[in-house]
């Protein structure tokens, strides 16, 4: 017979066993005999007990097995929402791979995960069941299937959202709250809180400086599965921009305000600061913009302090590049992009090949009522050729005005000078040309150098008469376009397309430059540089009145920095449009994102034509 304090030990010990099993799971663990067994939370403690209680040599110490030694794999069933599952996986993936032992402390982890993760999604009625099973023979991991009933989903009974203080009458605030789910919806915890962080997150953008939530709740009956929605926001007052100075710019003051879009005492927005330094950023004055604003609270306002670093003086680009037709070409560019501080700039060319030398220089004086959408330029260029039946040199000028369009069109007006000493097959002339011009341009991108999305379009209409001092009468109208779209991330499709219409009486007077000629990677691949054009009776190249041309290229990504293209070319260049002056050309090549920007290497050959030559190109830089 037992002392009475042992008797009272020996009768505790079931329930001194539960507490220990749900503490320090790892003092008491029944591994499966079988090799599937269905385990409910306590269902190891209650065999626990009854063993203890059939004992009657029950001693505390033999109740205290071995730590466990097989560990188990997770897997999950029965969660037949998407969303929830997901939830449910990341939940449960970030429980310790030790604590995957089979054990009390194991199901209330996995139990309690899972719950959590439902319950974002509006289920909070679920059923969980657990299933042991045994490592195979030769396996050091046995399974732990977890079936999961959801239950049914909560929905939202009520919605009670509330905006005072001058948001209330906010356009802003008004087009947000329309976002907010109908009543009836399945609750998602996470639209609830997106909703409320939108809120929160554009008082700041437009200057709610003073707002909170006076109230913000998400009530939950989880018998009935339904839910409500209340919010209460209070704006307060609505601060505006006070005083905006600008520091360490090279760039008078009143020309910097002229950018601006905003005054001071304007409602504060944080959209106008975004639009003004993309403005400052695209005038190429600065290399780095940082705003500085501060807010006053006793009169509501917010100074800003724009600090600005001038960009370099100097700027220099180089291009290179290689065609079985024109051999080596090299390009330079060297750019002022501030030369004085009204922002005027002055922009240079050099270009050399076997057949070409070009040289161009540019001056552009910006306007003080919009100093970078409104602006003068002045160019200046000299042109040397000699290539196919063609040997030029010229001389050009002119005097253009433009206008940069919220559209993101580029309009301009003015007037082009040239003189050519020219000799194209067996006709040599010395031509001056006064040709009033109007141009539209516009080009947009994304994804720098390489762009994934972008297009650009192009189109000019030049006029000369000898009304004006031309010494012939001519209209050419050019128009050409680029398209770049990606599908799916490693698909890239790039088409193109031009024309050109040019109308004279005295073709012949018609410098090269103002001829049309196709062939050569920007046009007609397969075809040596300009040899697609009308010839005389010798077989020499004259050029053409009428152009057109169209092609399509596939890019494949093979590698992050590597693609392949397959393209295809047409075009034509006539005095009277015919089926038979098409010619198409048609090749394959590489794509390197280098450094410095993308390197294309094609081979190309005529289809359907008596040219059966290969054509090599290789060029550095963007298709637009």
Same mark, same amino acid.
């Given at each position: ?11 505790? &010990? ?19 005999? !079988? ?63 030790? %604590? ?132 209460? +926001? ?12 600008? %520091?360490?710019?090279? @760039? ?11 005054? /001071? ?5 944080? %959209? ?72 005027? &700039? ?30 003068? %330029? ?40 040239? +003189? ?22 516009? !080009? ?11 297009? !650009?379009?192009?189109?000019? @209409? ?21 398209? @770049? ?116 290497? /094609? ?6 034509? /008596? ?14």
């Amino acid at each position: 017979m037992l002392p009475p304090f042992l008797t009272k030990i020996k009768n505790l &010990s079931p329930f001194i066993l539960l507490g220990t099993a749900l503490c320090y799971p790892s003092v008491l663990y029944a591994q499966s005999k !079988t090799s599937a067994t269905t385990v409910s939370s306590n269902a190891k403690a209650l065999d626990a007990t009854r063993q203890a209680g059939d004992d009657s040599t029950f001693q505390a110490d033999d109740f205290i097995p071995a730590p466990p030694q097989t560990l188990y794999t997770l897997k999950l069933v029965g969660i037949k929402n998407s969303d929830a599952r997901k939830n449910a996986e990341i939940y449960v993936s970030m429980i310790p791979t030790e %604590e995957m032992d089979g054990s009390l402390r194991n199901f209330y982890l996995v139990r309690t995960a899972i719950q959590k993760a439902i319950s974002v999604y509006g289920y909070f009625n679920s059923t969980i069941k657990f299933d042991v099973v045994a490592p195979e023979e030769g396996e050091k991991k046995g399974t732990l299937i977890v079936t999961v009933d959801q239950g049914p989903a909560t929905d939202i009974a009520g919605i009670n959202v509330n905006v005072t203080g001058q948001a209330h009458d906010d356009e802003a605030f008004e087009k947000l709250l329309t976002q907010v789910p109908a009543i009836g919806t399945q609750l998602n915890q996470q639209t609830y809180d997106n909703f409320k962080e939108d809120l929160r997150q554009l008082g700041i953008e437009r200057g709610y400086f003073d707002a909170d939530f006076t109230s913000s709740q998400l009530d939950v009956k989880p018998s009935t599965q339904q839910a409500w929605w209340n919010l209460d +926001y209070d704006s307060g007052t609505r601060y505006k921009f006070g005083r905006f100075t600008f %520091e360490n710019s090279q @760039i008078r003051q009143d020309y910097l305000r002229h950018i601006m879009h905003m005054k /001071d005492g304007d409602p504060y927005n944080m %959209e106008d600061l975004a639009a003004l330094n993309s403005d400052l950023s695209s005038s190429g004055w600065f290399k780095v913009i940082l705003f500085q604003p501060k807010i006053n609270k006793e009169d509501k306002t917010v100074n800003v302090n724009v600090l600005l670093y001038p960009q370099k003086k100097n700027v220099f680009k180089v291009g290179i590049g290689y065609s079985t037709d024109v051999g080596a070409r090299f390009q330079l560019g060297w750019n002022k992009p501030w030369v004085d501080s009204k922002g005027q &700039s002055l922009r240079s060319n050099f270009y050399i090949s076997k057949p070409k030398l070009a040289i161009e220089a540019a001056y552009r004086m910006p306007l003080l009522k919009n100093p970078l959408n409104y602006y003068y %330029e002045a160019a200046y260029g000299i042109e040397r050729e000699k290539q196919n039946d063609t040997t030029t040199n010229a001389t050009s000028a002119s005097f253009m005005r433009y206008w940069n369009r919220e559209t993101g069109w580029q309009n301009g007006l003015g007037v082009r000078v040239r +003189y050519d000493s020219f000799t194209q097959a067996n006709q040599s002339h010395k031509t001056l040309l006064i040709y009033p011009t109007v141009s539209a341009t516009r !080009t947009r991108f994304r994804g720098g150098l390489f762009p994934y999305w972008g297009d !650009t379009q192009r189109i000019s @209409i030049g006029v000369g008469s000898k009304a004006w001092g031309s010494q012939v009468n001519f209209y050419k109208i050019e128009a050409s376009t680029i398209w @770049i779209r990606t599908y799916f991330k490693k698909h890239r499709f790039i088409s193109r397309a031009g024309a050109g219409y040019l109308k004279t009486s005295d073709f012949d007077r018609i410098p090269p430059a103002l001829r049309f000629f196709l062939g050569g990677d920007r046009t007609l691949r397969g075809y040596k540089y300009k040899t697609v054009a009308p010839r005389d009776s010798e077989g020499k190249l004259v050029g053409g009145s009428i152009m057109g041309y169209a092609g399509l290229e596939y890019d494949y990504q093979l590698f992050p920095k590597w693609w392949t293209a397959v393209f295809a070319d047409t075009g034509f260049v006539s005095d009277k449009f015919k089926h038979s002056d098409l010619r198409y050309g048609t090749g394959f090549g590489l794509r390197w994102i280098s450094p410095v920007g993308p390197v294309k290497f /094609d081979i190309a050959t005529p289809v359907h034509s /008596d040219h059966h030559n290969v054509q090599f190109y290789l060029s550095l830089g963007t298709e637009l």
